[in-house]
């Protein structure tokens, strides 16, 4: 039932910006967390940023101070904002999602784990 789409991957020289967004749809009663990876090839994916329901936000050592994660006002979406990108910055960027929904009448809560198809992101001269 429950998707997330990511958007807005391409490519870009370095120093160039770039704004990725994943949108959550389906039966969602609370997203408890989205987060951004991101797997290069040959490489492990890796968790680049994360932001919780509270606002808590986590960056990857080699993004801080460059990329911002956001929550959009429906709070099912969620932003990359990528500055200064560099060569190394290239790789597939996954949305991810925990999900909560009621699933019977007691109120009990089902949580799911969600990834996203990726988008593509490469930076080169």
């Known amino acids: 039932q429950v998707q997330l789409v990511e958007s807005g991957g391409g490519t870009v020289q370095p120093g160039e910006s770039l704004r990725l967004s994943c949108a959550a749809s389906g039966r969602i009663d609370s997203v408890n967390n989205m987060d951004w990876y991101r797997q290069a090839p040959g490489q492990e994916r890796e968790l680049v940023a994360s932001?919780?329901?509270?606002?808590?936000?986590d960056y990857a050592e080699s993004v801080k101070g460059r990329f911002t994660i956001s929550r959009g006002n429906a709070r099912n979406t969620v932003y990359l904002q990528m500055n200064s990108l560099k060569p190394e910055d290239t790789a597939v960027y996954y949305c991810?999602?925990?999900?909560?929904?009621?699933?019977?009448?007691?109120?009990?809560?089902?949580?799911?784990?969600?990834w996203g198809q990726g988008t593509l992101v490469t930076v080169s001269s």
């Open positions: 932001i919780t329901s509270g606002g808590s936000i």
């Open positions: 991810h999602a925990k999900i909560s929904r009621v699933v019977n009448v007691e109120g009990a809560v089902a949580t799911r784990e969600y």
